[in-house]
């Protein structure tokens, strides 16, 4: 872990001392690649260590996230298979069809997962109350 801070602070060290602007933005580029290296190394960490946590206190749930991974490739191919790829409003140069299909997938998904958590709150909350409620 140290190590991986240590890269960090040289890599912002860099892009100080070399600047930001100069040199084709390089030092830019390569904070972007370590951003993502780390978020990688993040997610790694989480899941090994997560999923290993999680199986060896349940035994089942390695069923439920096979299920939940399941039912969300399934659920992504949907809103591919049903999103338009209509042309951007107000661009000049066009993106390819396929460009235009990921584009509208993604914002398709947004809206749907910012409604189920918007639903689940609010039918979190109602459960809650009533719960609440009967052991009154």
Not at 7 to 17: F, H, M
Not at 40 to 53: D, K, N, R
Not at 66 to 75: D, Q
Request: charged share 15%; net charge positive.
């Amino acid at each position: 872990m140290l190590v991986l801070m240590l890269i960090s602070i040289a890599v912002l060290l860099i892009g100080w001392l070399v600047g930001f602007e100069k040199g084709d933005a390089w030092p830019v580029d390569l904070m972007f690649i370590w951003t993502y290296v780390m978020i990688g190394l993040a997610a790694v960490a989480i899941i090994v260590i997560g999923g290993y946590l999680s199986a060896k206190n349940d035994s089942s749930f390695l069923k439920k996230i096979a299920l939940v991974a399941g039912g969300t490739a399934i659920l992504v191919v949907l809103v591919y298979l049903i999103s338009p790829g209509k042309p951007a409003v107000g661009m000049l140069e066009q993106p390819d069809q396929a460009t235009l299909k990921l584009t509208d997938t993604i914002l398709n998904l947004t809206y749907i997962f910012g409604g189920a958590a918007i639903l689940s709150i609010v039918c979190g909350g109602i459960i809650r109350k009533i719960l609440d409620k009967k052991q009154k």
